[in-house]
């Protein structure tokens, strides 16, 4: 699946005040909102995933575990520095883009986020997402995120797990997808395998070791 980082950013006028890669420091000015965040993700297509050139799922359907990590930033007044969020897209159909408006997913906060800062996190995916979901449950939970390089390691409480890596050429850089075709895609996302895949939340449960995984940088900034 194309970074849902890239498709939730994307879903509110195909990524209209979201961009990844590497940016310059956001600046709130005048603004509701600035996010500058790391994410990463491991779903159910195959790699490279079909998603991020307008193709169908590579199995039907493109369930995912993402991971977010807020490096600087602030919904109104409150300071969003430090905050880890997770969305788990448990249903997307078998074509992303062609199926925005019935996505089934969870938004999980962190426990050693504040109520103000929940509060943020749900506003700003609610304006970002553009309807992307038909359902999206909220809920919160324990949430470790380790980060060594291309490495990324996420736990969540005792529901979610996913260790990926990426994919290297011969002299050890990450493979690198810039400019892709889909409009719902960021500029630039690294390519990487998903080591394991866990997920068992309700009736969603799912096992993906091996399948594709992304990670990219990426700033937020509101309209307002």
Known sequence: MKSALML????????????????????????????????????????????????????????????????????????????????????SGANMEKNMGKWTGVLYHSDKSSEAQKAGVTEILKAELGGAFEKLEVKTAPIAIKRNGDHHELTLGTVGSLKIAGIKNRAGAVMAIENVPSPIAPPKVWCGLSEVNTYADGSAKWDLKGRNALYAEFEMVSKQ
């Open 8 to 91: 939730l950013c994307a879903a509110a006028a195909l990524a209209a005040g979201c961009s990844s890669g590497p940016s310059k420091p956001a600046r709130s000015g005048g603004s509701v909102y600035v996010l500058k965040a790391h994410e990463f993700e491991g779903c159910e297509c195959d790699s490279v995933c079909p998603c991020l050139f307008q193709k169908d799922t590579s199995h039907g359907d493109c369930k995912v575990l993402m991971a977010w990590s807020i490096s600087e930033g602030h919904y109104k007044g409150t300071d969003l520095a430090g905050v880890n969020f997770v969305v788990a897209i448990t249903k």
